[in-house]
């Protein structure tokens, strides 16, 4: 074939994608009014989960997990747009790494709604201005964001799914790289950049802001007095600063874990992962006795931390995180023995423990 028989065959086929799509939409929209009658979540975590696996299989490699994951990614979010819509909150102002996980779980086409901090994000899910919120749970380099952990002990609301997001993290001003004199970021980046800005600015001055939008905005204003923010190349675009160095992250593989916070239980996928919190009575060897039903159970624990009660000095409240469903065998024994020997226990979720689309 010449060129321009070639193109006329990709013609074509966008053709059939397009009425393929069509065809798909109006299933969707009769899934929307099913839900709506129902009263039932637009959301689906577990069902967007095998949705993937399946979709994995039939591309069977040809195209990049990535792109294949990009293009559903849309997909789903004109979906849920069709079925309802829905509004997600997240840690703004648009362009903040919680901005860009909110994009990546769901698209371009639902309600984004931005938030001052994550009290407020749980606030907008829990009263209802909001069907989800987008939160991070903890960093591979400055490990679990507190903040969230605690908000979790009082509230009624559970995650639903998870998101890995890389964290490519720059140095962003309008002024010259040499005449850098403060340095403005959210303190989670801070963290994740310490050892970057001990080497190449051991003298600015580092101020931690609430978000690493706000940072780009005050990097903005104050770039006469050689302020910079620590924030993603978007972030750059967005209030036209120039990307003064980046991938300045201390850990090349540096990656947050959000959480979709909602009010609905997904359902066993197979492969998925629980949340719970705990306090223990007081009894010598109850933390231990704790931890072995897990073992007596060959159940994986991937992770354990421990946060003040926040109500008496000195007691404290566990947060794991689990391989398996709170519903299903064995986790759902292990727990009922493990709620015996708790004053609290609090499942926070169970969820696919796989990123969804």
């Not at 990049?64 to 979906?79: D, N």
Request: some cysteine; aromatic content about 6%.
């Amino acid at each position: 074939m010449d060129l321009s028989e070639l193109r006329n065959s990709i013609d074509g086929i966008d053709a059939q994608i397009v009425n393929l799509l069509k065809n798909r939409y109006e299933f969707v929209r009769q899934v929307g009014e099913y839900k709506k009658a129902r009263n039932a979540p637009i959301s689906v975590p577990e069902r967007e989960a095998l949705l993937m696996q399946k979709l994995e299989k039939l591309n069977n490699g040809v195209l990049p997990k990535e792109a294949l994951y990009s293009i559903y990614r849309e997909i789903i979010s004109c979906g849920l747009l069709l079925e309802g819509n829905i509004r997600v909150a997240y840690l703004g102002p648009p362009g903040t790494w919680s901005h860009q996980a909110a994009l990546k779980q769901f698209g371009h086409s639902v309600e984004l709604i931005p938030e001052p901090n994550f009290a407020d994000i749980f606030d907008a899910v829990s009263r209802g201005k909001a069907n989800y919120g987008v939160v991070p749970v903890e960093n591979s380099t400055e490990g679990a964001v507190t903040a969230v952990m605690d908000l979790f002990v009082q509230s009624p609301l559970k995650i639903c799914s998870q998101i890995h997001l890389r964290i490519r993290n720059g140095l962003i001003s309008s002024a010259p790289k040499d005449r850098i004199t403060t340095i403005y970021s959210h303190p989670q980046i801070l963290g994740q950049t310490r050892n970057w800005l001990h080497r190449h600015y051991p003298e600015a001055d580092i101020v931690a802001t609430t978000s690493s939008t706000k940072a780009a905005q005050i990097a903005k204003e104050h770039a006469g007095d050689g302020a910079a923010a620590l924030a993603s190349p978007l972030c750059a675009e967005l209030f036209g600063l120039e990307l003064l160095a980046e991938d300045i992250q201390d850990n090349c593989n540096n990656t947050t874990r959000f959480a979709i916070i909602g009010k609905q239980e997904t359902q066993p996928t197979g492969n998925d992962r629980t949340s719970i919190l705990f306090q223990i009575n007081h009894k010598p060897g109850t933390l231990v006795k704790v931890l072995d039903i897990f073992r007596r159970y060959n159940i994986d624990l991937t992770r354990i931390e421990s946060r003040p009660s926040k109500v008496v000095n000195w007691e404290y409240v566990f947060h794991v995180d689990i391989v398996g469903h709170s519903r299903e065998e064995p986790l759902l024994s292990a727990l009922k023995e493990v709620e015996q020997n708790c004053s609290i226990l609090k499942t926070i979720g169970s969820y696919p423990n796989v990123d969804t689309i």
